[in-house]
């Protein structure tokens, strides 16, 4: 069977890697780590096709260390601790730590990741895990605390033009072609900012050469990618595309669609309590102040997922699934908190007011801590206009009510209170 191209035209070098050069550009944090020699545990977390498992082996290579591999699909407890002992084994006097790299380090269980503590703490190995998920809810507290967390991004439409650049001049198999690329939009937009998908399309259009010339369109391409189109596939691409179709059919008020792709992901085998997770993240950023029950049935949702299993936790998902498809939407709280912490991130540090502060001692009180703070059930209907924000920033209006009847109510009480000080558009 013929080697990938993806495989193929995978890079050993970081000069040879495409993307995420915040981590291994000039001034990254890998590539410093890598020159100096010193390296910490730490996790890559991105989507699919980014170069998670390729950075992993260059590092390896770079920094001259043993790797040892692991996927986190099949490994138990005992292959973890096996892998752990053959690698203090076979590691001489004097020479680093090797690393020992987990796929998908999401889809370990506690004890598996407890089984990793002892040596990663004593630096008897150096970890680098691979998730598509955000470890802050996959990866136990204290092996995250051990790890430092790397984002990486899709690549951007420039990063995936020097992969098909590099492809069909440098790979044994594609430089043999003559490549004329008519149309590109389909090419890149269904590789959406995966590398190895768009070398996985680059592979289906060998197929379509037709003396020794391959005319890339837009119609080429689709028709190669419905022909070869497999299954759902929860550890391939299908995967990712039928749960952004599921998300999206939610969040587009469309029950039959939503529960259609919700049978989908089912049927091909997804962790069901997966599927509830992101059930809660949606009723949070697109259902939320319109209609706050709809986080309350998600999070019941989930516990009652993880309690019952499957096949009847098919039925509380379908009802979650269904419940916030019809809901009113609104992501007004996802926009004010982002828009907060875009202040917050972008400005210099801003002092707490001295009314707002905690006088807890008598030397606080003599500088002025909480003095002039008013009370607000001292006041008729449990309100007293004064200022919550720090100096230079009052009035800024971070939350904007979005036009459905729970928000609206909320403006009205908002311009009652506040008058127009947060803005004209708190009540449409």
Known sequence: MATPLAERMRPTTLEGYVGQQHLVGPSGIIRRMVESGHLSPFILWGPPGVGKTTLAHIVSLASGRAFYTLSAVNAGVKDVRDTLNTARQTQFMGSPAPILFIDEIHRFNKSQQDSLLGSVEKGKVVLIGATTENPSFEVISPLLSRCQVYTLSPLSLAELEVLVQRAITQDVELKKLTFDFQETAALYGYAGGDGRRLLNILDLLQSAAENGRVTVTNALVERLLQTNSARYDKGGDMHYDCISAFIKSVRGSDPNGAIYWLARILEGGEDPVFIARRLVILAAEDIGLANPNGLLLAQAGMETVK??????????????????????????????????????????????????????????????????????????????????????????????????????????????????????????
Not at 376 to 389: N, S
């Open 307 to 428: 309690s019952i299993g499957m096949p009847e936790a098919r039925i509380p998902l379908a009802e979650v699934t269904i419940y916030l498809a019809n809901s009113a939407k609104s992501n007004s709280a996802y926009l004010a908190i982002n828009a907060a912490l875009e202040q917050v991130r972008h400005d210099t540090p801003r002092e707490v007011p001295l009314h707002l502060r905690n006088a807890s001692t008598g030397l606080m009180k003599q500088l002025g801590y909480a003095e002039g703070y008013r009370y607000a059930h001292d006041y008729p209907r449990h309100f007293v206009e004064q200022e919550f924000l720090p100096a230079g920033l009052e009035g800024t209006q971070f939350y904007i009510p979005a036009d459905n009847a729970r928000e609206q109510e909320a403006a009205r009480t908002i311009l009652e209170r506040w008058g127009t000080k947060y803005g004209k558009d708190a009540s449409v």
